[in-house]
């Protein structure tokens, strides 16, 4: 059995490693997430998610980055958001939607950051374009009512809805793909 040439190996080994990459991402932000939902996690629990975490953003995600910042908005009862911010800006810079949100909800309306219009449209429309629906719904309502700044503008806000449309109707997909896998396809009637 021959080898295969230097580029392929180099190409297979380059998807393992992205492979492997978003396998981490993916297991950070599935064990912070049950623990962001419970009125009370385990302290255990809590301390290995962390670590899980911190491993991952040291290994350059910048999902866990973000992840790792609801340790310091509350998680485990540290509340350190000096720690965190610094944290949501490095992921929203390397393009994690939903850290994109966090800041512009937070630009907009949150205790946390200074209240500012302009700062808020820009990070919703960063994570608009990722596809964020809760962005592209909070920008929809700003055109429908000249909020953030912005002219009213029925036809946008109409174009942004049928994206939350696709967006929602894309996660109804997905669940659906979930469920087979974990159960197996429907059976025919």
Same mark, same amino acid.
């Given at each position: 059995?021959? =080898? *295969? *040439?230097?580029?392929?190996r180099?190409?297979?080994?380059?998807?393992? %490693?992205?492979?492997?990459?978003?396998?981490?991402?993916?297991? =950070?932000?599935?064990?912070?997430?049950?623990?962001l939902?419970?009125? &009370?996690p385990?302290?255990?629990?809590? &301390?290995?998610?962390?670590?899980? =975490?911190?491993? @991952?953003?040291?290994?350059?995600?910048?999902?866990?980055?973000?992840?790792?910042?609801?340790?310091?908005?509350?998680?485990?009862?540290?509340?350190?958001?000096?720690?965190?911010?610094?944290?949501? $800006?490095? %992921?929203?810079?390397?393009?994690?939607? @939903?850290?994109?949100?966090? +800041?512009?909800?937070?630009?907009?309306?949150? *205790?946390?950051?200074?209240?500012?219009?302009?700062?808020?449209?820009?990070?919703?429309?960063?994570?608009?374009?990722?596809?964020?629906?809760?962005?592209?719904?909070?920008?929809?309502?700003?055109?429908?009512?000249?909020? +953030?700044?912005?002219?009213?503008? *029925?036809?946008? %806000?109409?174009?942004? $809805?049928?994206?939350? $449309?696709?967006? @929602?109707?894309?996660?109804?997909?997905?669940? @659906?793909?979930? $469920?087979?896998?974990?159960t197996?396809?429907? &059976?025919?009637?």
């Open positions: 059995m021959r =080898c *295969p *040439p230097a580029s392929t180099l190409v297979i080994a380059l998807l393992l %490693a992205l492979a492997a990459a978003g396998a981490r991402a993916a297991d =950070c932000r599935a064990v912070v997430r049950p623990l939902l419970s009125a &009370a385990a302290p255990a629990e809590v &301390a290995a998610a962390r670590a899980q =975490c911190v491993a @991952e953003a040291a290994a350059g995600s910048a999902d866990a980055g973000y992840q790792l910042a609801f340790f310091s908005l509350g998680l485990g009862g540290e509340w350190a958001p000096d720690v965190a911010i610094p944290l949501v $800006r490095a %992921a929203a810079d390397a393009g994690v939607s @939903e850290a994109q949100y966090w +800041l512009a909800w937070q630009s907009e309306e949150g *205790p946390l950051l200074p209240n500012d219009q302009a700062t808020a449209l820009g990070w919703y429309r960063l994570a608009a374009a990722a596809n964020h629906r809760l962005a592209l719904d909070r920008l929809a309502r700003a055109y429908e009512k000249g909020e +953030l700044g912005l002219t009213p503008d *029925p036809r946008e %806000a109409l174009r942004l $809805r049928a994206q939350v $449309r696709q967006c @929602e109707d894309q996660g109804q997909d997905q669940g @659906e793909a979930r $469920r087979q896998v974990a197996g396809p429907a &059976a025919p009637r």
